[in-house]
């Protein structure tokens, strides 16, 4: 069985393009029109590229519909046919979420913060469910090494942390994702 063409990323795959690919896949799974092994073909294209990886993320870890939170075989082989950029983006997630989370839900009052803080926690389950799920060591490094950052306040990841300007809480809450992924 061959896997449709335009299903397939290319090497110069801009990040726009890489979410228009994922939401027409995510469509063609939801409609079971794909085999595991076309499923894991498509998405391992989109994840050996930064652009394509992080097109598939915020499509993958934000879709209203529940396929990723159990996520298919070939997803999951496809993940681990690139730790490097796969480990780095799902680390990066979980962190974001969580602080999204903690974010919205000092706003709560308003309904739509409040939706945002249910999707915020979302991301941050699914993100979660696939670091534990792949197992792979480049997770466990970098979660490691966030963690470090949080502790003393340098390192790795503190220019990650100092540009989107999180707080104590948000750290704290990172802090809690991070151990509760890779414990």
């Known amino acids: 069985m061959s896997i449709p063409s335009d299903l397939l990323a290319s090497e110069s795959i801009t990040f726009e393009g890489a979410i228009a690919l994922t939401q027409s896949l995510l469509s063609e799974i939801e409609d079971d029109r794909l085999s595991e092994t ?45 730790p490097e950029i796969v480990a780095e983006l799902l680390v ?19 309904s739509m913060l409040s939706k945002m803080a249910a999707d915020s926690g979302r991301v941050l389950a699914r993100s979660r469910h696939l670091i534990q799920t792949l197992q792979m060591p480049a997770c466990q490094t970098l979660a490691s090494q966030m963690l470090e950052s949080l502790r003393n306040g340098e390192g790795e990841y503190e220019a990650f942390f100092q540009r989107w300007g999180y707080d104590g809480e948000q750290k704290v809450a990172i802090g809690s994702a991070l151990r509760e992924a890779i414990e």
Do not use: C, W
């Open 38 to 82: 076309e499923i894991e073909q498509a998405v391992a294209s989109l994840v050996k590229t930064q652009n394509g990886a992080r097109g598939f993320f915020v499509t993958y870890l934000t879709d209203d519909r529940p396929m990723a939170d159990q996520p298919s075989p070939g997803v999951l082989d496809a993940l681990r046919e690139a």
């Open 92 to 110: 990066k997630n979980l962190a974001m979420s969580a602080a999204m989370v903690v974010h919205h839900s000092r706003h709560q009052r308003e």
